[in-house]
C-alpha cells in the first residue's frame, strides 16, 4: 500500500449498472474547437456515449453539470471509441465507434449558446459499415504510408482484419493459424500491424502482407493483456507489452530492449513521454488499486486510487495538463494528478503492559504440539486390508469402508458404481457390481484432498483390493466344463477350507471349492490329494481370471505366516493361446461390425437430408406440386436411421463388455506366462504394459494396433535374435500408421512369436543394447506411449495443408 493518495481533481459515476473495457475510453480534442484541450469519450456495453470536459470544482460542491457535453443512447453495445481523420473530404477529427456489427462514425460539433444554459453539442453520424462478422477490437492509422488521412482495420472474432480507407470498404483478410483474438495495434514507423496470437506470442505483419508469415516473431509465454506502440517522438522505437506477469519493451525490428518482472496482476498501462532522453515513463495498474510510474524499470511512483482501472488516459485540460484520467469497470471515471497528501490513517496505540512469561511459554508449547501433530497426521486412509466384510442389498453384495479424517473423497473403482457422501468426520461409502458382466479387475483407488491443521493443503492416493466375495457366492464344484488350467507349487497340498475361509465351508470337502458369479458362469476350484497341483476349470475362459489371481495370492500370503521363504508357484501345461485368441476375434468382430454401422448410418444420414431438402423445396413453391412419395420415403430412412442407431448402442455395449473380458483374458495369460517362465515382477509389468497399452477403447485407436505396435518393438528390440538383427529392424523399421486392421492374424502371429521367445530365454527389458546406444531406457508404464503415439497420427492424416509429415513411425514417438 502506498502512502499517497491520487489527487482527486474531478470524478464521475457513468450511469448505473453499466459495464466497460479496455477500447471504451479516449480522449482528444473531439469536437475541434482548436484550443489544444482535450475532451474524454467514454462508451459503454449499454450503448451509452458520452463526452465530458472536465474542469475543477470547489469541494463543497458537487460535479458541475456543465462538465458532460454530450449524452447519446445508441442502439447497440459500444465496444471500442477512436478518434482519427476518418473523413476523406476534411481535415478534421471524427469520432469512430466499433459495435459488435456495425462500425460508425460521427462528427461532434457545439454550438455557442445565447442564454444561461451554455454551449449545446451534437453528434451526427457521418458513415457507417455494417460488418458480416462480429467484431472484437479495432485500430487506426495511416496505412500503406499515406499521409493525411486515417484508415480503419477491424479485427472479428474469427480472425478476419477487415479494412476501412475512410467511407469504402477496401478488403479482408484472415489471419493464418488464428485461434482467439487478441491485441491489435498499427505501428507506423515500420508500416505494419502487431498482433498476439494464440501461441502467446508477438508478431508483425506487414500491411501489405497480412496473410504471409510474420517477419518477425517474438515468444511471450503468457497472454498480453495490451499492446501499446507510442508515438510521441520521432527518435521513439519501441513496443510495449504488457503480459500477465511481465512487461516488455522490443525495439521495431523484435529484439527485446528489456523485460520486468511483475510481482502483482497489472489492469492497464499507458506509455508516455519522459523528459529524460533514451527512456520512456509507463503508467500501470494494478488490481490492488494502485497507480504505479515506471521509467523504463525503474519504480518513481506509487499512488492509492479508489478503484481498479480497466483503462487509463493522459488529458490536457484548460486548467490543469497531464492530468491521469482513468476508467473503472463500473463506471467511475476519475481525473487525478500525483501529490504529497498522505494518508492520515495511524494504527491505533497499544497499551503497554509487560509480558507474562508462563502464558507466553503455555502458549508455545500448544502451538509446538499442534505443529507435531500436523506433521504427524498425513491423513486418514487408512490399509487396503481395512476393507471390512460385505453387506447384501437386493441379493447383491456389498462392500462398505470408513474413513476417519475431515476429507473430500473422490474414488474410482473399475467397473462398480461408487458413492461417497461427502466430506465429513466419517466418510462411508458402498461399493456393488453394476453391469452384466463381471469386471476385468477387483482393483480400486482412493484420493483423498484435504487440508492440514497449519492450512496447508495435500493430496493423498492409496490403492486397495476388493473382496471376491464382492462378485460371487459358494456354490457346488462341477464336473464337466470346457476349459482348465493347473497350477503346481513345490509345498505339501493344502485343503483348500485352509485357503479360502469363510462362508465357503458348507460347499466344500476340502479338496474342491466353486465360485457362482453374480452374473452366471461358475468357476471350479479343485486341489490334489497326492500331489501338490491346483486345476481351475470353467465354462468361461475369461473368468477363471478372478479366481487364479485370488488363489496365488492367498498361497502367498498363506505360507507367508507359515514362515516358509523358499515358496514357489508354477505353470507347467501349454499356454492356452486358442483359447485366448477366441476372445482377441470376438472383440475385433464387434469393431468391425461399430465401423459398419457408422458408415450406413452416415449414407442413411445423407439420404434422409437430401429427402428434407427436396420436401422443403416442394412446400416452399408457389406452384403445388405432388409429393411423388417423397414422405413415404422419408419415414422409411427415418426408420431405417433409428433402427441403425439402435443395432450401433447394442454393438457398443456389446463392445465394452467384449473389451472388459478380453482384458481378464490377457491378464489370466500374462499370470499364467510369468508362472511358466517365472519372470519378476519387473518383467511381469512389461508384459503387462504391452498386452494391456489400452484401459479402454476410443473411436480413434483400438486394443488391436495398439498391441501389435507394442508386440512388435519387443519383437524389434529386447526380443530380437540378436543385437545385430536389433539394430538392423530397428534402422529399416518404415513408417507405421496405427488403424483398425484387416483381421488379427497378424496380431495373433506376433503373440504367438513374443510367447516362444520368451519361452526360449528372452530377455524381457527395456534396457537392450541399442536402446541404451540410442538414449531410450524407459520404465514399464512408458511402453504405453509407443502405441499412444497412433491417436496423433490419426488427427496428422487430416492436417494435410500445414504437415508434410503424415507417418509418424512408433521409433520416434
Not at 71 to 97: P, R, T
Not at 240 to 245: D, P
Not at 748 to 775: Q, V, W
Request: aromatic share 8%.
Amino acid at each position: 500500500m502506498s502512502l499517497f493518495k491520487a489527487r482527486d481533481w474531478w470524478s464521475a459515476v457513468l450511469g448505473e449498472g453499466e459495464e466497460f473495457d479496455q477500447g471504451c475510453l479516449c480522449v482528444g480534442d473531439v469536437d475541434n474547437s482548436g484550443s489544444g484541450h482535450d475532451k474524454v469519450v467514454v462508451g459503454s456495453y449499454m450503448g451509452m456515449l458520452r463526452i465530458f470536459s472536465p474542469h475543477a470544482s470547489k469541494s463543497s460542491e458537487e460535479v458541475p453539470a456543465d462538465a458532460q457535453l454530450l449524452e447519446v443512447q445508441l442502439q447497440n453495445a459500444i465496444i471500442q471509441v477512436e478518434l482519427g481523420k476518418f473523413v476523406s473530404c476534411s481535415d478534421l477529427l471524427h469520432l469512430a465507434v466499433l459495435h459488435p456489427r456495425k462500425l460508425s462514425v460521427f462528427s461532434i460539433s457545439g454550438t455557442a449558446g445565447n442564454v444561461e444554459h451554455g454551449d449545446q453539442y451534437q453528434l451526427k453520424l457521418v458513415y457507417e459499415h455494417n460488418l458480416q462478422r462480429t467484431a472484437c477490437s479495432m485500430t487506426h492509422g495511416t496505412f500503406g504510408g499515406v499521409s493525411g488521412h486515417h484508415s480503419l482495420c477491424v479485427q472479428s472474432m474469427d480472425g478476419m482484419l477487415m479494412f476501412f480507407e475512410q467511407e469504402s470498404y477496401s478488403f479482408g483478410r484472415f489471419l493464418p493459424g488464428f485461434l482467439l483474438p487478441g491485441p491489435l495495434v498499427y505501428n507506423p514507423r515500420t508500416d505494419s500491424f502487431l498482433t498476439v496470437s494464440s501461441a502467446r506470442q508477438l508478431e508483425m505483419k506487414p500491411v501489405v502482407a497480412t496473410v504471409h508469415a510474420p517477419d518477425w516473431v517474438f515468444v511471450l509465454g503468457e497472454q498480453a493483456l495490451e499492446v501499446c506502440v507510442p508515438s510521441f517522438s520521432h527518435s521513439s522505437s519501441f513496443i510495449f507489452i504488457l503480459g500477465e506477469r511481465n512487461l516488455y519493451c522490443l525495439r521495431d525490428n523484435g529484439q527485446i530492449h528489456f523485460m520486468k518482472k511483475l510481482e502483482f496482476n497489472p489492469s492497464c498501462f499507458l506509455p508516455y513521454a519522459s523528459v529524460r532522453d533514451g527512456t520512456t515513463n509507463l503508467l500501470l495498474c494494478n488490481h490492488t488499486n494502485m497507480l504505479l510510474v515506471y521509467q523504463d524499470v525503474t519504480l518513481k511512483w506509487a499512488a492509492q486510487l479508489p478503484f481498479v482501472p480497466v483503462a487509463t488516459r493522459l488529458a490536457n485540460f484548460p486548467e490543469l495538463k497531464g492530468v491521469v484520467t482513468s476508467l473503472s469497470s463500473d463506471g467511475h471515471l476519475l481525473c487525478s494528478y500525483m501529490g504529497t497528501d498522505p494518508s492520515f490513517f495511524s494504527t491505533p496505540k497499544v497499551d503497554a503492559r509487560e509480558a507474562d512469561y508462563e502464558q507466553v511459554e503455555a502458549e508455545m508449547k500448544r502451538l509446538q504440539k499442534l505443529i507435531r501433530e500436523a506433521t504427524r497426521t498425513q491423513g486418514g486412509i487408512a490399509a487396503a486390508d481395512s476393507l471390512t466384510g460385505y453387506q447384501t442389498r437386493l441379493g447383491m453384495p456389498i462392500v462398505t469402508h470408513e474413513l476417519i479424517s475431515q476429507v473430500l473423497v473422490f474414488i474410482h473403482i473399475s467397473l462398480f458404481f461408487s458413492a461417497d457422501i461427502g466430506s465429513s468426520t466419517s466418510v462411508k461409502f458402498s461399493a456393488f457390481l453394476n453391469g452384466r458382466y463381471l469386471p476385468a479387475d477387483l482393483k480400486g483407488e482412493i484420493t483423498v484432498s484435504y487440508n492440514s491443521p497449519t492450512g496447508v493443503p495435500k493430496i493423498l492416493q492409496s490403492t486397495f483390493t476388493l473382496p471376491l466375495a464382492l462378485v460371487c457366492v459358494p456354490s457346488s464344484p462341477a464336473k464337466t466344463t470346457k476349459f482348465k488350467i493347473t497350477l503346481d507349487t513345490n509345498q505339501a497340498p493344502v485343503q483348500l477350507s485352509s485357503i479360502f475361509s469363510g462362508n465357503a465351508h458348507q460347499y466344500t470337502d476340502g479338496n474342491s471349492l466353486a465360485f457362482q458369479f453374480l452374473p452366471g458362469p461358475k468357476v471350479t476350484l479343485l486341489a490334489s490329494k497326492t500331489s501338490q497341483r491346483y486345476r481351475i476349470q470353467s465354462d468361461s475362459f475369461e473368468d477363471m481370471w478372478l479366481v487364479a489371481k485370488e488363489l496365488v495370492r492367498r498361497f502367498d500370503q498363506y505360507f507367508s505366516k507359515l514362515g516358509v521363504k523358499d515358496f514357489k508357484k508354477s505353470f507347467s501345461g501349454p499356454l492356452p493361446l486358442q483359447e485366448y485368441f477366441l476372445s482377441v476375434d470376438h472383440h475385433f468382430q464387434l469393431r468391425v461390425s461399430a465401423k459398419q454401422y457408422q458408415d450406413l448410418l452416415s449414407e442413411q444420414a445423407v439420404q434422409f437430408r437430401a429427402i428434407q431438402r427436396r420436401l422443403l423445396t416442394r412446400f416452399k413453391d408457389k406452384t403445388p406440386a405432388p409429393l411423388q412419395n417423397l414422405d413415404t420415403l422419408l419415414d422409411t430412412t427415418y426408420n431405417q436411421v433409428m433402427a441403425l442407431a439402435d443395432a450401433a448402442e447394442e454393438n457398443h455395449t456389446q463392445l465394452e463388455e467384449a473389451f472388459v473380458r478380453l482384458r481378464g483374458s490377457t491378464q489370466l495369460l500374462v499370470l499364467l506366462l510369468s508362472l511358466s517362465q517365472g519372470l519378476t515382477p519387473e518383467q511381469t509389468a512389461i508384459l503387462e504394459a504391452t498386452l494391456l497399452p489400452l484401459l479402454q477403447d476410443t473411436p480413434q485407436l483400438g486394443w488391436e494396433e495398439s498391441c501389435d505396435a507394442a508386440v512388435s518393438h519387443l519383437l524389434r528390440t529386447c526380443l530380437s535374435r540378436s543385437p545385430k538383427d536389433q539394430a538392423t529392424s530397428l534402422a529399416h523399421t518404415g513408417a507405421q500408421i496405427l488403424g483398425l486392421p484387416r483381421d488379427t492374424d497378424r496380431l495373433k502371429r506376433h503373440i504367438s512369436l513374443l510367447c516362444d521367445r520368451i519361452a526360449k530365454g528372452g530377455r524381457l527389458t527395456l534396457a537392450s543394447e541399442a536402446n541404451c546406444r540410442s538414449g531410450l531406457v524407459c520404465n514399464p508404464q512408458q511402453l504405453s506411449l509407443f502405441c499412444l503415439c497412433g491417436v496423433f497420427r490419426v488427427f496428422l492424416q487430416h492436417d494435410r495443408n500445414n504437415l508434410a509429415e503424415k507417418n509418424l513411425s512408433v521409433h520416434k514417438c
